[in-house]
């Protein structure tokens, strides 16, 4: 039973350029969830999908950022422009229906802003 | 001030101690509580899922929530160099809030010396 996963694992952009990051949910689940961790600091919360759908994204910047989560395929999240600061580790985390505050995380993508 | 507090560590042991980490905060609609943990580079594992107060044991882990005093803690018996990792609390309100992003505190790194 294939766990989360997300690829690519590591990511080098110049500043100016687009991310996408991409994260397939556990067999079975339809709730998917991204976090940014930051050097140094803990996981924060960006935003909550459901299939076609976004539930929550209180925790995502405002510009540059956005996140998909289509009736096939993996969900995106994609960050336009990126800058140094952008450079982190993003997990995203997936969760059964009816479960949906047990989250079982990705490996991560390593994104470098050069 | 942070909503969940955590003390970073490091936390050095020697192999066959008990361990506790501990979290505080701020939050009284918190109501889930879990316990994970992260090797080096990698995406965080689920341990430990409480809810509300009371004690949870699940083989050598022991979660524990005081919401009273808004303080959980995790037990580890009989600790082992391959326990040797971050240790993250994540806590979420109430399922029915419609929240599901999970707020973690920054880490307690733990080390188990040979």
């Known amino acids: 039973n294939a766990g989360v996963m997300q690829n690519p694992r590591h990511l080098v952009r110049r500043r100016g350029q687009e991310a996408r990051l991409r994260c397939s949910p556990m067999?079975?689940?339809?709730?998917v969830y991204w976090y940014r961790q930051l050097p140094e600091e803990g996981l924060k919360f960006m935003v909550y999908?459901?299939?076609?759908?976004?539930?929550?994204e209180s925790g995502m910047p405002k510009e540059r950022f956005s996140a998909e989560f289509p009736k096939e395929g993996p969900s995106i999240l994609r960050i336009q422009q990126v800058v140094r600061g952008d450079s982190a580790a993003y997990f995203c985390?997936?969760?059964?229906?009816?479960?949906?505050?047990?989250?079982?995380f990705g490996p991560g993508t390593r994104l470098t802003v050069l | 001030q942070k909503e969940v507090e955590q003390d970073p560590g490091p936390l050095s042991v020697p192999e066959g101690a008990i361990v506790s980490l501990n979290c505080t905060y701020s939050?009284?609609?918190?109501?889930?509580f879990m316990w994970y943990r992260q090797y080096s580079r990698k995406g965080p594992e689920l341990l430990m899922y409480?809810?509300?107060?009371g004690n949870k044991e699940d083989g050598r882990f022991t979660a524990q929530v005081d919401k009273s005093s808004k303080y959980i803690s995790l037990f580890i018996r009989d600790s082992q160099p391959s326990d040797s990792a971050t240790y993250l609390c994540?806590?979420?309100?109430?399922?029915?809030?419609?929240?599901?992003?999970?707020?973690f505190g920054s880490g307690t790194r733990l080390q188990v010396q040979p």
């Open positions: 985390a997936s969760s059964p229906k009816d479960r949906n505050n047990e989250q079982f």
């Open positions: 067999k079975g689940h339809s709730h």
């Open positions: 999908l459901q299939k076609e759908n976004i539930i929550d």
């Open positions: 939050n009284s609609a918190f109501q889930y």
């Open positions: 409480t809810y509300s107060s």
């Open positions: 994540a806590m979420t309100p109430l399922k029915d809030t419609g929240r599901r992003a999970l707020t």
